[in-house]
């Protein structure tokens, strides 16, 4: 069964790397690591290495990504702390 049949938990388990920086930066250097990040991984080179080693890269802008972070932060925490595993 899946983790949603057995405790109903929205749980997405897989690897993922982001990019943070800290709270206050200014909009500016934000949005240019964003496009900057964007870049990188639209880049054929970049696009043909992740094929190679059979990876799924699904890019989401700094839009996308606070509010995914977000639900998978407290979705995570609420699973840890009743299996007994959080503080």
Known sequence: ???KEVNG???DLGI???LFVPKG???GIVEKLDGACSEAVTAE???SGIANVG?????????EFGPWFEK?????GALLKSLGLAK
Request: aromatic share 18%.
């Open 55 to 63: 990876w799924n890269i699904q890019h989401m802008g700094s839009s």
């Open 45 to 47: 080179a970049f696009k």
């Open 72 to 76: 998978q932060y407290n979705t995570n």
């Open 1 to 3: 069964p899946s983790i």
């Open 16 to 18: 993922w790397f982001g």
């Open 25 to 27: 930066t200014p909009a």
């Open 9 to 11: 938990s929205d749980l």
